[in-house]
């Protein structure tokens, strides 16, 4: 109930295209879904997160798109650049207990070729 | 940056032996986690310091082990290492006030152990 399952493991998308990442959850206490962007060497960033009570959230190229009754939620990033090519985590909490910690998702490789 | 840094950045240690991690907080900031990130895998949540005091513990055992300081510092023992104890240790701080805070990652001590 604790895991969080992402998809794909990797990805390979155009200069300009779309990436899309999907993750979906077990824990219906979890009310915080955060998406971290990590480049190699360095901890995860955070990119941007959304909270239950919205089904959509818009940050420049970054999306998060939420579905509650499907237990899903995903990151789309428009006008890939090769600048985003780096490995992206989704990850959720709740207070299910009082430290609040991200479960993370494995990660996807995202390649964005010129 | 995130303003969180960690030390030493690498290390290498042989099974059986202990190692202290150091983390230094973002400024203002309450709350520390540190994390595990085994190669290709997401983030696996360690414990959390509140105030000095363990907040939350994940799936670890005893022999790892933490404290806070009173500026917020932190440190990370790990005892008895084992060959599977081999990752990337992340701290993140992050401040206390109202549930599901975000976290600001440092770059990581990447552990070998031989």
């Known amino acids: 109930q604790q895991q969080v399952k992402q998809s794909p493991q990797s990805l390979i998308v155009q200069k300009g295209g779309i990436s899309i990442i999907n993750c979906a959850y077990e824990?219906?206490?979890?009310?915080?879904f955060p998406w971290y962007q990590q480049f190699p060497g360095k901890g995860p960033a955070l990119l941007i997160a959304i909270r239950p009570d919205v089904s959509e959230k818009k940050e420049g190229r970054f999306t998060i798109s939420f579905n509650k009754s499907a237990k899903q939620f995903s990151l789309h990033i428009m006008d890939s650049q090769p600048g985003d090519s780096a490995t992206y985590f989704c990850?959720?909490?709740?207070?299910?207990?009082?430290?609040?910690?991200?479960?993370f998702g494995s990660g996807t490789r995202l390649l964005v070729r010129p | 940056e995130t303003g969180v840094t960690q030390s030493p950045t690498h290390l290498i240690k042989t099974r059986g032996q202990q190692v202290t991690l150091r983390c230094s907080s973002q400024s203002g900031h309450n709350t520390v986690s540190w994390y595990q990130q085994a190669l290709g895998q997401g983030p696996q949540f360690i414990f959390q310091?509140?105030?000095?005091?363990?907040?939350g513990r994940g799936n670890f055992p005893p022999r790892f082990s933490g404290l806070q300081f009173p500026n917020y510092s932190s440190e990370l023992n790990v005892n008895a290492l084992e060959l599977d104890d081999s990752a990337l240790y992340l701290c993140?701080?992050?401040?206390?006030?109202?549930?599901?805070?975000?976290?600001?990652f440092g770059s990581g001590t990447q552990l070998s152990v031989l």
């Open positions: 993140a701080s992050s401040y206390r006030d109202r549930g599901n805070e975000k976290l600001f």
């Open positions: 990850a959720a909490s709740g207070p299910m207990d009082s430290s609040y910690k991200l479960i």
């Open positions: 310091y509140y105030r000095e005091e363990e907040n």
């Open positions: 824990n219906t206490a979890f009310d915080y």
